[in-house]
């Protein structure tokens, strides 16, 4: 069962994905351009060893902020890219225990996501999620002698939270008291009490993790 799992990893990864190297398949930010990339894709450019959902053999992988994509290292020393499958669901990063999960999730325009999540905190049925984000910037050619080129980077730009609520699915995260109000209105009193008791910041991952014990507990 153990070798079954492993070959049915790498065989779906390579019949899907056709051997797609990086950043050759990134075409949008690597075609003629005149100027050196700055910044990453990645927030964290190094391969590292995950389990990867019900493949038993742990593997090297990275994940690709940008794309929203995880990259793994073949027997034949390629860079392939994980198929978004449920076999392949979870990725836990072995030395930080870091846990990705595919998702599907709404954003502020309720326009919906399937994608990479991190799993901050999961509790009685609700859990925090945060969504990493990085932008690219096209490069701008000077114009005139008095301007100058503008190289194409990447940037690192603010995580968006996401709360799956047992009842409702997985939706950005209340911005505000009013918010969370909106949410669960039958709870308002309690909450309101909550929120003033632990002085809330609605910007800040732990005082967002704080909410899911309280409201685990409705």
Do not use: H
């Not at 072995?94 to 954003?107: D, F, I, M, S």
């Amino acid at each position: 069962m153990k070798n079954f799992k492993i070959v049915l990893f790498v065989v779906l990864v390579v019949q899907l994905n056709s051997y797609a190297q990086l950043p050759v398949k990134t075409s949008k930010y690597n075609s003629n351009l005149k100027t050196k990339i700055v910044g990453s894709p990645y927030t964290q450019k190094m391969f590292s060893q995950a389990k990867v959902g019900t493949v038993e053999q742990k593997n090297f992988v990275r994940y690709n902020v940008f794309n929203d994509e995880f990259e793994f290292i073949s027997a034949q020393k390629d860079t392939l890219i994980l198929d978004k499958i449920e076999d392949f669901g979870t990725i836990v990063f072995t030395e930080t225990n870091k846990k990705y999960q595919l998702t599907t999730y709404t954003n502020s325009k309720n326009k919906l996501f399937y994608g990479y999540v991190i799993n901050l905190k999961e509790l009685n049925g609700f859990i925090l999620f945060k969504k990493e984000n990085i932008t690219f910037m096209e490069e701008k050619i000077a114009k005139t002698s008095l301007e100058v080129n503008m190289p194409a980077k990447f940037v690192k730009s603010g995580d968006t939270f996401f709360l799956k609520n047992k009842e409702k699915g997985t939706s950005e995260f209340p911005e505000n008291k009013k918010g969370l109000l909106k949410l669960f209105p039958d709870k308002k009193e309690a909450i309101e009490t909550f929120l003033k008791e632990n002085k809330i910041d609605f910007d800040s991952e732990s005082d967002l993790i704080k909410i899911i014990d309280f409201i685990a507990t409705f």
